[in-house]
């Protein structure tokens, strides 16, 4: 995200809470403007996602979310989360993939960093003129679709470079 960071100009990036908590990352995070999402309190969360759409459209910003929710790095995308795509289409406004491939670099147990190389590709905007929330599944499938498409090939491509396991 950090070298993606300066392309795309205004933005903030919605997280979940948690990621407010770990240290110097979570205050400069919320000092950056991050909306930070409890999901285990939907109706504060989808409170904190009107703000943001409302900030957007007003700003004339971006929204960056990850509607996995979280990654498990097995190789595939999880399905994903309707918050991102309620917002948009609620909104009429684009959403615009970005996928970022198979990570390898992450050890899961000492939660350490390695060197590493991560292909980050961005998709076409998908258009939400004319949607309604009745639309949400297909688009979200969609959207889904797309990027997962992508993922194993930028994958691939790293599985040829480094012999990771896709």
Sequence with gaps: MFEMWPVMKRCTVVAKRPLMFTGAFGFGAWLSGLVFIDRLKTDRARKLMKEATERVIKQKTKLWIFPEGARYNKGSIQ???????YLA???QIPIMPVVFSQYYFLDSETKTFEPGKVVITTLPPISTKGMTRNDLDALSEMARQQ????????????????????
Excluded: C, N, P, T
């Design 79 to 85: 399905s994903f989360k309707k918050g991102a795509f």
């Design 89 to 91: 289409i609620d909104a």
């Design 147 to 166: 990027m997962l498409d992508v993922f194993h090939e930028a994958s691939k491509d790293l599985v040829m470079q480094i012999k990771i396991a896709v």
